[in-house]
């Protein structure tokens, strides 16, 4: 292979955004791509779902996956379907839960643009899914699983290792070398305390550093998830009103559910009915189930947490749901209310001021989500505007990310890196965190631009 002074890193996405995370080692005849996210949030950004990816796809050698969250994952089956024949490597969890998300988000596509077609909301005459759930379950054939903390072989002087991050069942910091040089890819960092997973092994020191902002300009509230989240619902739920939850399926949804079941059993919030709305959802917590020993939750427990909310994997049992008066809590998808169930649901009930919106996670911009969380009560959904007069709480200490206090300490846990590269962050974020890490750990430190292209062995 070439010198690693001539290796390269090129940022094909999650560069000025907090979506689409892509990154391209270049070495040699050896391309390796570092995740393979779908943009999500702002229309701007979705076009580049689009366009012709910036490398020929077929000329791809390897792809790692840090987990799989849509946005370092989602992108797969159409680049796959581009003629990428190159072996997706990850963590056994991650490819279990991969197994979910992308056909689910293939499924997703389709329906969405069927009933566009029916509709006439959309401006395209023929509006077609980015890809088909055919297409999701023809990308998993290229998957292979490789466990933590073995060195990967990647071919041409290549490897890589899979360290724990936090953040979601089978999360991965990926660490790459290239001849003696090493990038080390933070992936999505959980917080230290997350009730579910583990917090990060600590960063080893790497000649890059490429590192996730998405709490880059806050910290999480110093009350435990527990406590804020019965605050919110026990005197919403002694109303009897009805409270729905935006979840993702994937890690937020099992994490509302073991505190749901742990506040009832003290008695902190009353017993009602729970519901747990996303077929995705319920394989999901399967999942968890089986890979217990990745997790907080011991495995005796685990059946018993997961136990509470009755799970509505049917259209019709979906439908039913709707017919309820409460009190009652529906979990239900996608997180940031841009597509699944949860859509019909707040149809349904957003417009009564019996009910609560809880808002779970991080809201990207351009989301419905978002725009709840700023204040907006009007949402386009399905083609139509709908007036929301639910109440609208947002969850601020249930986050999966590290805040920037905890990113510092992860970073500060190892030598300096010659250059450190702030990714998947909106711009204040990011531009926040360069200025701490500059000011306070005194390291090399930017945000590149969507495209940039650097040396491995001359960071700049």
């Known amino acids: 292979m070439p010198p690693p002074d001539r290796a390269r890193l090129r940022f094909l996405g999650a560069a000025g955004t907090v979506t689409g995370s892509r990154y391209l080692i270049e070495a040699g005849q050896h391309r390796v791509l570092v995740d393979c996210g779908l943009y999500q949030g702002y229309k701007q950004l979705r076009r580049r779902n689009r366009k012709p990816f910036p490398v ?50 293939g499924r997703l596509q389709e329906e969405e643009a069927q009933h566009a077609r029916r509709k006439g909301y959309s401006r395209h005459k023929r509006p077609n899914p980015l890809y088909t759930e055919q297409d999701a379950r023809a990308a998993l054939r290229r998957f292979k699983t ?57 960063f080893p020191g790497a000649d890059v550093l490429v590192c996730e902002s998405t709490y880059g300009d806050r910290l999480h509230p110093a009350i435990p998830p527990k406590d804020e989240l019965a605050g919110i619902l026990a005197p919403f739920l002694k109303q009897k009103g009805i409270v729905l939850i935006p979840a993702f399926a994937v890690g937020r949804a099992q994490g509302i559910t ?60 979906s439908r039913e749901l709707n017919t309820l008066e409460g009190p009652m809590v529906i979990l239900s998808a996608s997180g940031m209310i841009t597509g699944g169930r949860i859509l019909h649901h707040v149809v349904n009930f957003g417009g009564s001021l019996r009910t609560m919106i809880v808002l779970s996670g991080y809201q990207a911009g351009g ?39 905890e990113l510092l300490r ?18 204040e974020a990011a531009d926040t965190l360069r200025r701490r890490i500059s000011h306070e750990l005194h390291r090399r430190v930017r945000v590149p631009e969507h495209l940039e292209s650097i040396r491995i062995g001359n960071p700049a």
């Open 367 to 405: 989301t419905r989500g978002a725009s709840l969380a700023a204040g907006e009560r009007r949402l386009r959904i399905f083609g139509k505007d709908h007036v929301i007069r639910a109440r609208v709480a947002q969850l601020e200490t249930f986050s999966g990310h590290a805040d920037a206090d």
């Open 56 to 105: 020929r796809p077929g000329s791809i050698t390897a792809i790692l996956l840090t987990h799989a969250h849509l946005d370092h994952s989602g992108y797969l089956p159409a680049l796959i379907r581009s003629g990428c024949r190159a072996p997706v490597y990850c963590t056994p969890p991650t490819r279990d839960l991969c197994g979910l998300l992308l056909p689910d988000s």
């Open 258 to 317: 073991y505190h749901l079941s742990r506040l009832m059993a003290s008695g902190r919030i009353p017993r009602v009915p729970v519901f747990l709305d996303s077929p995705m959802a319920s394989d999901a917590t399967d999942i968890y189930i089986r890979h217990c020993a990745e997790h907080r939750i011991p495995r005796q427990d685990c059946a018993a947490v997961f136990q509470l909310p009755a799970r509505t994997n049917s259209v019709a049992e």
């Open 146 to 202: 490789h466990p933590f903390g073995v060195p990967l072989d990647l071919g041409g002087g290549l490897s890589a290792e899979f360290i724990r991050a936090g953040h979601l069942l089978g999360a991965a910091q990926i660490r790459v070398s290239i001849g003696g040089r090493t990038v080390h890819f933070s992936g999505d960092l959980g917080q230290d305390r997350d009730p579910l997973m583990p917090p990060p092994e600590p």
């Open 410 to 427: 992860w970073m500060a846990a190892g030598p300096a890196p010659a250059m450190t590269y702030l990714t998947h962050g909106e711009t």
